[in-house]
């Protein structure tokens, strides 16, 4: 984990503030280590969703109601040989807006590039997958309120075969109140897949309401996301989910091209307030990209204009993996 997050001392910090841990106890994959301090809180059913099926179960909660300025919040997870984990939340996580008074006093103690850090909201996860095991990350979207500074940093390093399937998404933020929509500072968003420890998947995005480098500095972030509201990425990556990659990959293709014979993703470009609920084509823009041998995966990079489409696709695209989870994911409480 230090290697992962060499030269981030924030990153190490916030997954030391959890660690679960899943092993095999009598036959099956067993929760053996589970310990939290605030803000996090780890939640794991003493009954299985499914008895029969060989997988824990963990919800990972924010203790009061969100993450303010400052805030660290993390976890390090490992899923031994042959287990399976499905990890979830018990809700949209919020960050709320950055204090810009603490920013004004600590940023005149630093100097060069750790300068803009100071204040920031960090989240971060490290998880290591063993040989025939499967860890599913399925987080609910992360909200990020006006003027906050959020960023997260994943790493899952697994066995050349271990399986993850990781969700990873985010929202313009309180679109009914006000401005707030995309009115963040910035959201810098991360997330690595390495198989043994060689990086196969770098997923970043960053998200800013202003850059100096940008051709576009003088436009909000809000008009540059169009009328998208929900940016989201799915990788599914290993030979336990192999046919659920080639499944999600082909529907992926197939929609883009029905999307290119219907104005490709001219709706992004489009303003929000265009968006008319009847077109089939403003709901949901979605890429996919494979892996390189011999890695079977592949990655899904979706824009949408509201959360529930991505959410019902998510349904959809990994209801296979109930099998091994289980539970249908984004479904196991009865469709909340």
Not at 78 to 86: G, I, K, N, S, Y
Not at 142 to 168: L, P
Not at 257 to 265: E, N
Request: aromatic content about 6%.
């Amino acid at each position: 984990m230090h290697r992962a997050f060499a030269g981030d001392p924030a990153a190490r910090r916030a997954c030391a503030i959890a660690a679960l841990d899943v092993t095999r106890a009598a036959g099956t994959s067993t929760v053996t280590r589970c310990y939290a301090e605030y803000p996090v809180k780890i939640l794991t059913p003493k009954r299985g969703i499914d008895s029969a099926c060989d997988c824990a179960w963990a919800y990972a909660v924010n203790m009061g109601g969100g993450l303010v300025s400052g805030d660290a919040s993390g976890a390090t997870i490992r899923v031994d040989d042959e287990c399976a984990l499905a990890m979830a939340t018990q809700g949209t996580q919020k960050v709320y807006k950055h204090d810009t008074r603490r920013w004004n006093d600590d940023v005149k103690t630093r100097e060069g590039d750790d300068a803009w850090k100071v204040g920031e909201t960090t989240s971060a996860l490290y998880a290591s997958v063993g040989q025939g095991g499967l860890l599913a990350l399925l987080p609910d979207p992360t909200q990020v309120f006006a003027d906050a500074v959020f960023r997260q940093t994943q790493t899952i390093d697994m066995h050349e075969n271990g399986s993850c399937v990781c969700v990873d998404w985010i929202t313009a933020g309180r679109i009914g109140y006000g401005n707030e929509r995309w009115a963040f500072e910035r959201a810098d968003v991360r997330t690595r897949v390495t198989v043994n420890g060689e990086p196969v998947v770098v997923e970043a995005t960053r998200l800013e309401a202003s850059s100096r480098v940008s051709l576009n500095s003088d436009v909000s972030l809000g008009m540059r996301m169009g009328a998208a509201n929900v940016f989201a990425s799915l990788i599914i990556i290993g030979p336990r989910v192999r046919e659920l990659a080639k499944s999600c990959g082909d529907w992926a293709r197939a929609l883009a091209t029905r999307h290119m014979a219907h104005g490709g993703a001219s709706w992004v470009r489009a303003s929000a307030d265009d968006l008319t609920q009847t077109d089939p084509q403003s709901k949901l823009f979605v890429s996919a990209s494979d892996l390189p041998l011999p890695h079977p995966g592949v990655v899904l990079r979706f824009f949408a204009a509201d959360t529930e489409s991505v959410q019902d696709v998510l349904r959809s695209l990994l209801a296979p993996l109930a099998s091994q989870l289980g539970a249908p994911p984004y479904d196991e409480r009865g469709g909340s």
